[in-house]
Structure formats: C-alpha cells, structure tokens
C-alpha cells in the first residue's frame, strides 16, 4: 500500500502564506513526480505545480510567482510554499505522486486526501 498524508492547509487573510507540506509512504520503490493539484467547488481539479525527481519544476499560470514547489527524498515529501494568497485560491488541495511500489514493474498515480485552503478576510 501507498499513503499520502497532507498537512498546513487552513484559513489565512488575503496576501498571507501557507505551507502545504505531504508525506508519502508505504510500499514505495521509487517517486517520479510529486504535484499538488486543487479543486474548487462546482469546478475541475486542476494541476497547481509539479516537480519531477530530478528537481525539474512546472507551474500553472494562475500561481506563478507566488508558489513554489519543493521535494526531499528522506524521507518522501512534498511541499508548496504558497504567498501572496488571493481568495480565487480558496480550493481543497491534493497531493499526487506517481511512483512504482515495490510489488509492482509499473508506476500508478495515487492520490493524498486533500487539505482545505481558504482565503478570506
């Protein structure tokens, strides 16, 4: 089995920061990319950043320059540092990582239970 356990998320006044921080473990051999992806209500989950094992990052245009996105390998985790905060960025965010178990010649994508980030005054 594979668990992804998000933390940080919560409620921060317009121009704040958040950490969104996500520990992956279990049956693990290997973590190719780790992204965090977030999901209003009524709308699409969309992808907010990723990072590949090689530390290659991708943003989406709406949180350029206001997010980063950041991995250690020991143990698995991945964060994303957030600032300047808008409330369009009011959504629950999820942890995803694409990774190959040890029982298995393939890589699967698994999916965190997702943290609520509200932004608000």
């Known amino acids: 089995q594979v668990q992804l356990v998000e933390s940080g998320g919560g409620l921060v006044q317009p121009g704040g920061s958040l950490r969104l921080s996500c520990v992956a473990s279990?049956?693990?051999?290997?973590?190719?990319?780790m992204a965090w992806y977030r999901q209003a209500p009524g709308k699409q989950r969309d992808l907010v950043a990723s990072?590949?094992?090689?530390?290659?990052?991708a943003y989406a245009d709406p949180v350029k320059g206001r997010v980063t996105i950041s991995r250690d390998n020991a143990p698995n985790t991945v964060y994303l540092q957030m600032n300047s905060l808008k409330p369009e960025d009011t959504a629950t965010y999820y942890c995803n990582i694409e990774a190959r178990p040890y029982w298995s010649y393939t890589f699967s994508s698994y999916w965190g239970q997702g943290t609520q980030v509200t932004v608000s005054s």
């Open positions: 279990g049956d693990i051999y290997f973590i190719n990319t």
């Open positions: 990072i590949t094992s090689d530390g290659l990052t």
